[in-house]
T-cell receptor
Framework: DAKTTQPTSMDCAEGRAANLPCNHS???????VYWYRQIHSQGPQYIIH???NNETNEMASLIITEDRKSSTLILPHATLRDTAVYYC???????????FGSGTKLNVKP | DAEITQSPRHKITETGRQVTLACHQT?????MFWYRQDLGHGLRLIHY???????NKGEVSDGYSVSRSNTEDLPLTLESAASSQTSVYFC???????????????FGPGTRLTVL
């Protein structure tokens, strides 16, 4: 399974876009990139996932580089409620197991 | 609405006791998972199941067991609780095995277990 590398923490001003990077240089061609977040002690919450193309939903946008070795999660207008730990995960091919790393602690500040 | 629940939400037990944590989902998902979360380790997979009567070991399965007798439930049992098993436990489920774009895992609220 491909491993991911994320910064330990990031700050973002409220109302600004939050751009969270993730490196997954050993990703295989048929592995998806998933993003989850965990607010305080709650269960992880699904945000978005993608394979090759950029993806957007009501929560965020996912930008995957052409070589697929890295991706960026974009929260277009961060709010204080977006303060959380964000996990970038590469899904093992043909399996549902998710391997969580340490994630990025996003601090949204007023 | 369909959901995934865990019980109890908090549990304190003593070393050596058997403990069972419940996980129940109403999505009719085939796949269910148990994770533990400790400071500095993120979430680590304990056991998982792809359907009734199917169980598999994850990366930290020692001291834990699961059984799957129906689609809705995957109870996690600590045979003889140890202080090293003090942690927050999360259950998750997903609706498809391997089909692209359809295997998002949905997590329960967690159970905080303390072993004294």
């Amino acid at each position: 399974d491909a491993k991911t590398t994320q910064p330990t923490s990031m700050d973002c001003a409220e109302g600004r876009a939050a751009n969270l990077p993730c490196n997954h240089s050993t990703i295989s061609g048929n592995e998806y990139v998933y993003w989850y977040r965990q607010i305080h002690s709650q269960g992880p919450q699904y945000i978005i996932h993608g394979l090759k193309n950029n993806e957007t939903n009501e929560m965020a946008s996912l930008i995957i580089t052409e070589d697929r070795k890295s991706s960026t999660l974009i929260l277009p207008h961060a709010t204080l409620r977006d303060t959380a730990v964000y996990y970038c995960i590469v899904r093992a091919y043909n399996f549902n197991k998710f391997y969580f790393g340490s994630g990025t602690k996003l601090n949204v500040k007023p | 609405d369909a959901e995934i629940t865990q019980s109890p939400r908090h549990k304190i037990t003593e070393t050596g006791r058997q403990v069972t944590l419940a996980c129940h989902q109403t999505w009719n998902h085939n796949n269910m998972f148990w994770y533990r979360q400790d400071l500095g380790h993120g979430l680590r997979l304990i056991h998982y199941s792809y359907g009734v009567q199917d169980t598999n070991k994850g990366e930290v399965s020692d001291g834990y067991s699961v059984s799957r007798s129906n689609t809705e439930d995957l109870p996690l049992t600590l045979e003889s609780a140890a202080s090293s098993q003090t942690s927050v436990y999360f259950c998750a489920s997903s609706g498809d095995r391997g089909r692209s774009g359809a295997d998002t895992q949905y997590f329960g609220p967690g159970t905080r277990l303390t072993v004294l």
